[in-house]
């Protein structure tokens, strides 16, 4: 399973755009990206998967370069409600075991 | 749509108590998950299902049974709570296609004294 490297924490200001980026050098040929969001006392929560190139949803965009070693979430304008921890997992659904969540990325967006 | 529920959400057990934490999910998802997470920490696995009938040791399985009853329902039991397994636990179930992604429970907090 591909191990993840991201920023154990980040502060943001209202209205700007966020940009977290996840190393994973072993990334395999099929495996695909995904990113959570979890709020305190709560479970995470799905935001974006891609495999290439560029993803955006209403919520995020993901930017994957060509040789996928590395993803940027990229949050824009945001605001106290982002405060969270993002978490970014590497696998593909071939695989019935576990992904491994890491420590995730505190974000704190401030006023 | 419920998606997967979790109960308790709250309970306080004294060492050495037994308890069995229920998780149930209704979208006919194969794998199931129970993750634990500490303070200031990533989820750690605990147990997982890929399939009814079978189940699999995570990271962190000492203290810990499951039991798969159906497609439907993953339990998570302790059989002598130790204040070490005082934490936040989370059951999940996971989609098995391209856009595999998990969808958690609203976590049960179990505090052990």
């Known amino acids: 399973l591909a191990k993840t490297t991201q920023p154990i924490s980040m502060d943001s200001y209202e209205g700007q755009e966020v940009n977290i980026t996840c190393s994973h050098n072993?990334?395999?040929?099929?495996?695909?990206i995904t990113w959570y969001q979890q709020f305190p006392s709560q479970g995470p929560r799905f935001i974006i998967q891609g495999y290439k190139t560029k993803v955006t949803n209403e919520v995020a965009s993901l930017f994957i370069p060509a040789d996928r070693k590395s993803s940027t979430l990229s949050l824009p304008r945001v605001s106290l409600s982002d405060t969270a921890v993002y978490y970014c997992l590497v696998g593909n659904s071939g695989s019935a075991r576990q992904l491994t969540f890491g420590s995730g990325t505190q974000l704190t967006v401030l006023p | 749509n419920a998606g997967v529920t979790q109960t308790p959400k709250f309970q306080v057990l004294k060492t050495g108590q037994s308890m069995t934490l229920q998780c149930a999910q209704d979208m006919n998802h194969n794998s199931m998950y129970w993750y634990r997470q500490d303070p200031g920490m990533g989820l750690r696995l605990i147990y997982y299902?890929?399939?009814?009938?079978?189940?699999d040791k995570g990271e962190v399985p000492n203290g810990y049974n499951v039991s798969r009853l159906n497609k439907r329902e993953f339990s998570l039991r302790l059989e002598s709570a130790a204040p070490s397994q005082t934490s936040v636990y989370f059951c999940a179930s996971r989609r098995e296609d391209r856009n595999y992604g998990y969808t958690f429970g609203s976590g049960t907090r179990l505090t052990v004294v």
């Open positions: 072993n990334i395999a040929t099929n495996d695909y």
């Open positions: 299902s890929a399939s009814e009938g079978t189940t």
